[in-house]
């Protein structure tokens, strides 16, 4: 259970100084790629081909392996799920006062469906400039849709602002973009690779900018009413989150600020249970909510994360987890704030996919690895 990639650094509320990036470059003309080269993208025979039946299943090994889980990370509750061809397993130890956990940053991939449904459409495209939508965005004319999607915009993420950070509370896009105009680009659009929320609160804007429509009401009619998803719902301003599991406690000797899952909005906006979620990312990779040609193109040219073994595309995770026998992949997306960690994954030498998500210590992708593996990678 070694498999701890660095998912606080997708945190919602990461601790990272405001200090550590320079002032606003000069960019004019034709500039150069700073950053790592992206890896070479999957082959599109690792994308699932056939859609799984959910039929629930019992697993007697399964079952075994989230008890050792628990006792091993000690979380206060933790939902799991499998699904393969044999049907859908789940599983939850600890505190269980709730069907729906929070998935953090891996609600990222629901905004992201929303962009591309649109570009799909015809009513956006992914060099458009985000200022065609969007007023006061640093360097607006330059960044691009897909900047914002694969965070290669150079915008500084608003939430690590000490100022932000000593006053936790939900902001307007307005609010967030003034930070991030104070504060400065890392680099200019295009040049390199950092994460940062703030490109994803501005694709919330812009969903909202084309749709006439709040967020929520967007991600639940394009995502959950066409894929017919059980189990799956999106945060509203002020949400009572009557049916979500409580998060663990804050850490604050890590840094850890409080951050409530209504704050986030497009940074983060998926409550789900395990199973929900698993169906939701089936339904983004086997044709029910893109086209596998744009499904694919979402890890055409996926960046090198936190110098993990974890590469980001268009609002899509490539990772390479750890393992004693021949090399892996999987396809998915992961989360982490104070009190929660998650991750939803397919993996193609599994065909299966797996979805966990905890509330206090622990992570998600070594309770992932450790179920696929508990398998018998048959």
Request: with cysteine; hydrophobic share 45%.
């Amino acid at each position: 259970m070694r498999f701890l990639l660095t998912t606080a650094l997708i945190a919602l509320a990461s601790p990272t100084a405001a200090q550590d990036h320079p002032s606003p470059p000069l960019c004019q003309g034709n500039l150069s790629w700073l950053g790592a080269p992206p890896r070479t993208p999957p082959p599109a025979e690792q994308f699932p081909s056939v859609t799984f039946e959910a039929e629930p299943r019992e697993d007697a090994d399964l079952d075994q392996m989230l008890a050792r889980a628990q006792a091993a990370m000690r979380p206060l509750s933790l939902g799991a799920a499998v699904l393969d061809q044999d049907g859908m397993w789940g599983g939850r130890v600890g505190a269980e006062t709730a069907p729906m956990f929070w998935w953090a940053s891996a609600g990222k991939a629901a905004v992201a469906v929303a962009v591309l449904q649109l570009v799909e459409e015809g009513r956006l495209a992914l060099e458009d400039p985000v200022a065609t939508w969007i007023q006061d965005v640093p360097l607006g004319e330059r960044i691009t849709i897909r900047m914002l999607l694969n965070h290669t915009s150079g915008l500084y993420s608003a939430n690590e602002a000490d100022d932000v950070r000593a006053d936790p509370r939900r902001r307007t896009l307005p609010e967030l973009l003034t930070v991030a105009r104070r504060e400065g680009s890392l680099f200019c659009p295009g040049q390199a690779w950092r994460y940062s929320n703030t490109n994803y609160w501005i694709l919330g804007g812009v969903l909202e900018a084309i749709e006439g429509e709040p967020l929520d009401v967007i991600l639940t009619r394009r995502i959950v009413d066409r894929a017919g998803l059980v189990g799956v719902r999106f945060l509203v301003a002020q949400d009572p989150l009557s049916d979500m599991e409580p998060l663990g406690p804050i850490q604050a000797e890590a840094g850890e600020v409080e951050t409530q899952p209504d704050w986030v909005s497009a940074a983060g906006p998926l409550l789900a249970t395990p199973q929900g979620a698993i169906a939701f990312l089936q339904a983004m990779l086997t044709g029910r909510l893109l086209s596998p040609e744009t499904t694919q193109a979402m890890l055409a040219e996926p960046y090198r994360m936190f110098d993990e073994p974890m590469y980001y595309g268009l609002g899509l995770m490539l990772y390479e987890p750890p393992t004693q026998g021949p090399p892996l992949i999987w396809i998915g997306h992961s989360g982490g704030a104070p009190g929660a960690k998650a991750a939803m994954v397919w993996s193609p030498t599994d065909r299966a996919y797996a979805a966990v998500a905890l509330t206090g210590p622990g992570s998600a992708e070594a309770v992932a690895n450790a179920l696929l593996a508990a398998r018998g990678r048959r």
